[in-house]
């Protein structure tokens, strides 16, 4: 029945568009955090969960500073709209479900941590935890888009998955790392805010080290899937090479300049960059396409079908 189609592919299509959202709002707030913390704004808001002692919002004695911290907070009620949406629109899928609301959960556990990121006057190893499980929930975010709309694994890229979760690994380092060198760096998100002690310069070169790992897994990941004739995986591999370039040039470029804000806010960025381009060149190997003869996402096959269409 027409009608019936119509509106399976618009249900199918919501869906996507909900978990891209998703996936966007968790990254735009690791962005927006890092503005908090490069205009000295951590304790803009003194305090958790009410902004002041007498007050849940910012007011204009706070100045700037409480406005900021006040909006990125803002920002966790219009994530929390964007999952709960999601939830409802999966409901009926099982392999979109579980996901769904183990993310939506993640949100106020993050409130959570920032609160404490807070009320211990942003501790630089609480501060770098709540950057972690925001990398977390991006890579959840990732899986559950790519669920939406399943493609057809590549039997070639298969054979090459342990290459890839060795590049995870590497990515993994990559930012632990660089959250040690961001809590050992000027940048604390205000004057109160105490650093971790560590050597700066001793932590900045074992991120680089990481770095050039990571560089040479990758490259290995794109001549590997070019010589097993795996485009899928090559495609994504040179797009993780191509960011990785530019992350590292922003990396050193800061380094070289102290650390102006305007480059940390881009390197902040470009870490979920990479993040979310590693996890693309270990989702393309398929490893988690549909069984053969499953459904893919609960799903019909009108519904799927539509729902490729409209993404590639």
């Known amino acids: 029945m027409p009608g019936t189609r119509q509106l399976l592919d618009a249900g199918a299509v919501t869906r996507r568009r909900l978990a891209l959202a998703g996936l966007a709002g968790n990254i735009g707030i690791v962005i927006t955090g890092g503005a908090v913390r490069l205009t000295g704004s951590g304790l803009g808001c003194p305090t958790w969960p009410k902004c002041t002692e007498d007050s849940y919002t910012a007011t204009k004695a706070m100045g700037v500073n409480g406005a900021i911290e006040f909006g990125n907070r803002l920002l966790t009620f219009v994530l929390s709209a964007i999952a709960i949406a ?24 993050q409130g959570v941590v920032g609160g404490i990121t807070v009320l211990t006057d942003l501790n630089p ?95 290995a990941c794109w001549f590997a899937a070019r010589a097993v004739t795996a485009p899928r995986m090559a495609r994504t591999s040179a797009i993780l090479l191509a960011v990785l370039l530019a992350q590292g040039v922003i990396g050193f470029v800061q380094y070289f300049t102290h650390l102006p804000a305007l480059l940390v806010a881009a390197h902040m960025a470009g870490a979920c960059a990479v993040w979310v381009a590693t996890l693309a060149v270990v989702w393309s190997t398929g490893f988690d396409a549909p069984a053969a003869g499953g459904s893919a996402s609960s799903l019909t096959s009108d519904e799927t079908n539509r729902t490729l269409v409209t993404v590639r």
């Not at 999601?86 to 979109?96: E, G």
């Not at 000027?186 to 074992?206: C, F, V, W």
Request: charged share 15%; proline share 7%; aromatic share 6%.
């Open 125 to 219: 190893y609480v501060v770098g935890l709540h950057f972690l499980l925001s990398a977390v929930m991006i890579g959840g975010s990732y899986l559950l888009w790519r669920r939406t709309a399943p493609l057809p694994a590549e039997p070639a890229a298969a054979r090459l998955r342990p290459l890839t979760w060795a590049l995870t690994a590497a990515s993994a380092a990559v930012i632990v790392i660089g959250v040690v060198v961001t809590g050992s760096g000027p940048h604390a998100g205000d004057d109160k805010a105490r650093r971790t002690g560590l050597n700066p310069e001793m932590i900045s070169q074992l991120h680089v080290d990481a770095v050039f790992l990571m560089l040479g897994l990758a490259a």
């Open 86 to 109: 999601l939830v409802v629109a999966v409901w009926r899928h099982a392999r979109l479900r579980g996901p769904a609301v183990i993310l939506a959960l993640g949100i106020p556990g």
